[in-house]
């Protein structure tokens, strides 16, 4: 699909068919976190499932920083066309990678399982009370991801003076701040109790972004910025690890799937709350 986009954008195609070929690469995309998690937890043993995850959410903090740097360089000595090859091109070396490696085992359905594979996801959520407190602060959490890129825009336009490449900076400083949590997050991830780690993280997570209100010089942003990055990946870690180890196997992906689509409403929302604020 993002060699079609690239074709399309080549030809001069109108802009409504991009966006919308945009929108399957992100509907087809969605299957692929649940996925990821369920067949971490059937290969990983327990007590390593929170470094697994403190090393692919280090891959992923990496990956902010790096992605628009690549596409910004791309777009700089090329253009939108070849930016877009760039990123096709990533998505064939990761299909290529996972063909190898090796099946795990199928778990077979679940005699509780009813009422559609989704539904039946949101049941395991609810059956644990737990995760279920766990899964809403995630949900308020990504609130305020979805609020982030209008925020931030805003932000580094009206408070810090950076103009509009200062968006790049603080979501960069985001990027800085979860890959220095990963480093820890394995040792967090491993607590047996994770109910005050959760509750600090919470609370700095809002801290990080509230401070943004007063704040106007540059250097102290990218610092609070960096702060929510890392409480906010830090959260997501444990919040994996916690279903890893709480949902049966063969619901687990369902159990992720839910997560993901009150994750989805969640950025939604802060999204469609902070654009009329902004304004």
Do not use: K
């Not at 001069?12 to 945009?22: D, F, H, I, N």
């Not at 990946?233 to 369902?254: H, I, K, N, P």
């Amino acid at each position: 699909v993002m060699a079609l986009i690239a074709f399309l954008l080549a030809a001069g195609s109108p802009v409504a068919a991009v966006v919308a070929l945009a929108a399957v690469v992100a509907a087809l995309g969605t299957a692929y976190g649940p996925a990821e998690v369920a067949f971490v937890a059937s290969i990983v043993p327990e007590d390593d499932l929170g470094a697994v995850n403190a090393m692919s959410a280090s891959i992923e903090s990496l990956a902010l920083i790096a992605g628009p740097a690549l596409g910004a360089f791309v777009l700089l000595v090329g253009s939108p066309t070849a930016a877009v090859v760039v990123d096709a091109v990533t998505f064939a070396v990761s299909a290529a990678c996972l063909t190898r490696v090796a099946r795990s085992p199928r778990p077979e359905p679940s005699a509780r399982e009813g009422g559609g594979q989704l539904l039946a996801g949101f049941a395991a959520l609810r059956r644990d009370g737990g995760l279920a407190v766990v899964t809403l602060a995630l949900v308020a959490c990504c609130v305020g991801v979805g609020s982030i890129n209008v925020l931030f825009l805003v932000v580094s336009e009206q408070r810090l003076g950076t103009g509009t490449h200062g968006l790049g900076y603080l979501l960069a400083a985001a990027g800085v701040g979860g890959f220095v949590a990963a480093l820890i997050a394995d040792r967090l991830a491993a607590l047996r109790r994770m109910a005050a780690a959760l509750l600090a993280l919470l609370v700095v997570s809002g801290a990080g972004l509230c401070m943004l209100a007063v704040i106007r010089s540059p250097l102290p942003a990218y610092l609070a910025i960096a702060v929510w990055g890392g409480a906010y990946l830090l959260l997501e870690v444990l919040s994996v690890t916690l279903l890893q180890r709480c949902v049966d196997a063969e619901l687990l992906g369902r159990a992720t799937a839910a997560v993901d689509v009150l994750a989805y409403g969640g950025v939604l929302l802060g999204g469609a709350i902070t654009g009329p604020i902004a304004e």
